[in-house]
Antibody
Framework: QVQLVQSGAEVKKPGASVKVSCKAS????????IHWVRQAPGQRLEWMGWISADNGNTKYSQNFQGRVTITRDTSASTAYMELSSLRSEDTAVYYCARRPFGSSWCDFWGQGTLVTVSS | QSALTQPPSVSGSPGQSVTISCTGT?????????VSWYQQPPGTAPKLMIYEVNNRPSGVPDRFSGSKSGNTASLTISGLQAEDEADYYC??????????FGTGTKVTVL
């Protein structure tokens, strides 16, 4: 069965960086894109960007002004999201989600990773 | 990219119908039939309910339906059930080749 398993919760200080992983199983990793979406406490979903798992092409939301980098390791069927220059407003649950090529929807989601930014 | 606009909350009694609107612009909802809807019960990851405006993935009850007119998409839940109580988000592809979510709507079953 399809699974996206994310890394565990993180606590970071302002100004630091965080890297969250998303390990895929149960399907061919390189036939889908991986999206990253975050949700601050009590707030809406916010789209961050995506990576094409086959060729590594990426697209990011301008809202993160170059602070986000999404990569993947095809040998490990794992995608990564790194967010730099963290501030308190980045405290959120970060989700990865799978999007089949040629589609516009995410059909499977990871369990989410809580990132807390606090001094 | 601004979020798509949804009503903060809607409510209905069991068996009734509720409709959630999702208003965007000509750069997203209005230009593409690439609107999805996600259901998110408290403390859980989102679940795909509708894709490409009005298509249901396997396993989603036919009580859920979608539509679109101009810059506004809509999700209708017919025959509301207690298990439908959750937050719902729309999402659209945009002319910048990015995606945008809605502001979210809390559905309450009275």
């Amino acid at each position: 069965q399809v699974q996206l398993v994310q890394s565990g919760a993180e606590v970071k200080k302002p100004g630091a960086s965080v890297k969250v992983s998303c390990k895929a199983s149960g399907y061919t990793f390189t036939t889908h894109a991986i999206h990253w979406v975050r949700q601050a406490p009590g707030q809406r979903l916010e789209w961050m960007g995506w990576i094409s798992a086959d060729n590594g092409n990426t697209k990011y939301s301008q809202n993160f002004q170059g602070r986000v980098t999404i990569t993947r390791d095809t040998s490990a069927s794992t995608a990564y999201m790194e967010l730099s220059s963290l501030r308190s407003e980045d405290t959120a649950v970060y989700y990865c989600a799978r999007r089949p090529f040629g589609s516009s929807w995410c059909d499977f989601w990871g369990q989410g990773t809580l990132v807390t930014v606090s001094s | 990219q601004s979020a798509l606009t949804q009503p903060p909350s809607v409510s209905g009694s069991p068996g009734q119908s509720v409709t959630i609107s999702c208003t965007g612009t000509s750069s997203d909802v209005g230009s593409y039939n690439l609107v999805s809807w996600y259901q998110q019960p408290p403390g859980t990851a989102p679940k795909l309910m509708i894709y490409e405006v009005n298509n249901r993935p396997s396993g989603v009850p036919d009580r859920f339906s979608g539509s679109k007119s101009g810059n506004t998409a809509s999700l209708t839940i017919s025959g509301l059930q207690a298990e439908d109580e959750a937050d719902y988000y729309c999402s659209s592809y945009t002319s910048s080749s990015t995606y945008v979510f809605g502001t979210g709507t809390k559905v309450t079953v009275l």
